[in-house]
T-cell receptor
Framework: DTAVSQTPKYLVTQMGNDKSIKCEQNLGHDTMYWYKQDSKKFLKIMFSYNNKELIINETVPNRFSPKSPDKAHLNLHINSLELGDSAVYFC??????????????FGPGTRLTVL | AQKVTQAQTEISVVEKEDVTLDCVYETRDTTYYLFWYKQPPSGELVFLIRRNSFDEQNEISGRYSWNFQKSTSSFNFTITASQVVDSAVYFCALSEVETSYDKVIFGPGTSLSVIP
């Protein structure tokens, strides 16, 4: 069974379009994340949600809007796509204990190409 | 300043050689977690190990071993008798529980190529 799943795996679109990436986890975790990995493989956190509430927003352009309908889902909607948005986007989830979040488990990634 | 430094951008070794991937971190927190992740050519991110700041015991898992030294703020990863399947990008990461709860900071990664 897939623990963290993302759809689609590949997304090719034109500049200016709006697109969404979906993420679901079946691990029972209460914290979910979106990361962006650029062409140099650098991984940077974009958002974090804990029990459907936004915890981290790392100065991401407001064209990016995460939506968490429930704690098992965290979708990413991107408006007015730009060339620089081309990257691999990873969803992740983790359990949160009193001492802090523990290990993050990642989805397979969505490779977004903006033409 | 980078909080997680992986000074080796790319490493190439011949199969069966041992290789150590360096990771140096920077934090003022007394409570933190360190991680290693593997990203093979297929692209997924695979969790390898988590270590908390109070546990300096080194760990061995098969051909993998980790050396955590708080005195030098390092958490190095050694692969013994490397295999072609070890070829991947390896990321070291830090989670500072006191400063930035819920945030994991990744290093830039080390790309390891194991040549048959």
């Amino acid at each position: 069974d897939t623990a963290v799943s993302q759809t689609p795996k590949y997304l090719v679109t034109q500049m200016g379009n709006d697109k969404s990436i979906k993420c679901e986890q079946n691990l029972g975790h209460d914290t979910m994340y979106w990361y962006k990995q650029d062409s140099k493989k650098f991984l940077k956190i974009m958002f974090s949600y804990n029990n459907k509430e936004l915890i981290i927003n790392e100065t991401v352009p407001n064209r990016f809007s995460p939506k968490s309908p429930d704690k098992a889902h965290l979708n990413l909607h991107i408006n007015s796509l730009e060339l620089g948005d081309s990257a691999v986007y990873f969803c992740a989830s983790s359990e949160t204990l009193p001492g802090g979040p523990v290990t993050q488990y990642f989805g397979p990634g969505t490779r977004l190409t903006v033409l | 300043a980078q909080k997680v430094t992986q000074a080796q951008t790319e490493i190439s070794v011949v199969e069966k050689e041992d290789v150590t991937l360096d990771c140096v971190y920077e934090t003022r927190d007394t409570t933190y977690y360190l991680f290693w992740y593997k990203q093979p050519p297929s692209g997924e991110l695979v969790f390898l190990i988590r270590r908390n700041s109070f546990d300096e015991q080194n760990e061995i898992s098969g051909r993998y071993s980790w050396n955590f030294q708080k005195s030098t703020s390092s958490f190095n990863f050694t692969i013994t008798a490397s295999q072609v399947v070890d070829s991947a990008v390896y990321f070291c990461a830090l989670s500072e529980v006191e400063t930035s709860y819920d945030k994991v900071i990744f290093g830039p990664g080390t790309s390891l190529s194991v040549i048959p």
